[in-house]
């Protein structure tokens, strides 16, 4: 069924497939293989071992690359540009709002932006501004802007020492 095929070819389309499997299938495991099959297939290319050490070479560049690059990572690992862009409500921390619905019982709805959240804190009436201060998931925790503010200007002065 193979037979014309020569093994270095092969060992690149098994490299080329795991590759392209790796832009459709979650998480970052298959470009590890896929770069152990091309490797195979340069050194089957190179030194035309038999089928069997084939393998066990393509096993072993497997092994040495997947932990390897595990150990680099986990030695320096990768940190993101904007380590808040899915997380919604901890981007909204310090922006003002206003109450929409009556807080009762600690909790109430505010209006920031064009959109309205279920947010907790204390009790307050519509149409009260409200600074966010942090966030429980979806729901947003606020506080009265005007306490925050007379809370802040309490503070002594640094830049006067």
């Known amino acids: 069924m193979l037979d014309g095929i020569e093994p270095h070819w092969l060992w690149v389309v098994i490299g080329l497939v795991l590759a392209a499997l790796e832009m459709v299938v979650p998480g970052v495991y ?12 340069a050194m089957t290319f190179v030194f035309d071992p038999g089928v069997p050490l084939q393998i066990v070479n393509f096993v072993f560049l ?3 690359i997947v932990f390897s690059v595990r150990r680099m990572l986990r030695d ?6 904007d380590p808040l862009m899915n997380k ?16 009762a019982g600690g909790s109430g709805r505010v209006r920031l932006g ?15 501004r409200v600074r966010v201060t942090g966030s429980e998931g979806s729901i947003l925790l606020v506080a009265p802007a005007d306490a925050l503010e007379a809370r802040t200007s309490a503070l002594p002065d640094e830049t006067a020492v």
């Open 114 to 128: 064009d959109s309205e959240w279920l947010a907790k804190g204390a009790d307050m009436k519509t149409g009260e």
């Open 76 to 81: 320096t690992p990768l940190f993101s540009a």
């Open 30 to 41: 298959l470009i590890w293989l896929a770069l152990a099959a091309l490797l195979t297939g």
């Open 88 to 103: 919604r409500g901890a981007r909204l921390v310090g922006e003002t709002a206003v109450v929409v619905q009556d807080f």
């Open 62 to 64: 497997a092994l040495i």
